[in-house]
């Protein structure tokens, strides 16, 4: 099974550099199963170039920066041979303790009725989601429905919560759904903001379609900020922590 990894960023600074260095470390427990296409602009779009393909040969790696984000991604997902699609971003890194448990995690989604996975702030879904119908629940994640009114009561408890994130695993047909939905926003866009579901959009998206959400019952990406400053994210110092303990064996 292959997981196709998409994305369009710009390492145009030194600390986006060190964010990219970092996380293409933080991929290679995964980096077996991924099938990587992605845009990398700005100042060290060449290093970064260099740097992801020496560690995945078979990486398609493009320096658009004429094209819109959607133009991009759209490209990106229609070329894909893989039903499953990660979207990434250099500053959310893969620090799963054990690379078997999201493969497992994948194949079950894989073969489910959901259409999302979602693989980052999962201490938010944990706080938000059981809030749904719970459609099916096993020892690795729970599902849930997702539609125009059982997602009202998530909105009423937590009215900022998103309906949908740029970081996380899609089928191929909700991620072009959402794309489409999004292009008025998008065709004017370089960076990936305006795929993102805020409640305001949501609430149109859900007019059009429900899908249904599997969310782990453990941590698979971590966002990783320069300093910790909310409890869903993990600060820089502690995620390099993490990576060295895996280099030497220990997770």
Not at 46 to 69: I, P, Q
Request: hydrophobic residues 40%.
């Amino acid at each position: 099974m292959r997981l196709s990894a998409i994305g369009s960023v710009k390492i145009n600074s030194r600390w986006r550099k060190n964010l990219f260095f970092h996380d293409i470390q933080s991929l290679e427990p995964i980096f077996g199963i991924l099938s990587i296409r992605v845009n990398i602009v700005g100042k060290y779009a060449d290093w970064a170039k260099k740097e992801l393909l020496s560690r995945s040969h078979d990486a398609v790696v493009t320096n658009d920066d004429d094209s819109s984000y959607y133009q991009i991604t759209k490209n990106q997902i229609e070329n894909s041979e893989e039903d499953i699609i990660l979207f990434w971003e250099e500053d959310s890194w893969f620090l799963c303790s054990h690379g078997e448990l999201f493969f497992l995690l994948l194949s079950e989604f894989k073969n489910s009725s959901a259409e999302v996975l979602s693989v980052v702030h999962l201490l938010t879904s944990w706080e938000t989601k059981p809030l749904l119908p719970t459609v099916k629940d096993t020892y690795l994640y729970r599902e849930y429905k997702v539609d125009k009114e059982s997602q009202k009561k998530i909105w009423e408890k937590h009215p900022s919560a998103y309906l949908a994130g740029i970081m996380a695993v899609y089928k191929k047909k909700l991620a072009l759904d959402i794309l489409e939905f999004n292009k008025p926003y998008l065709e004017r866009a370089k960076s990936d903001h305006q795929f993102e579901l805020s409640r305001e959009k949501g609430e149109k998206f859900l007019e059009k379609r429900s899908f249904t959400e599997m969310v782990p019952k453990f941590h698979v990406f971590r966002e990783v900020f320069r300093f910790q400053t909310v409890e869903r994210v993990i600060g820089f110092r502690k995620a390099l922590q993490v990576l060295k303990l895996r280099g030497k064996g220990y997770l």
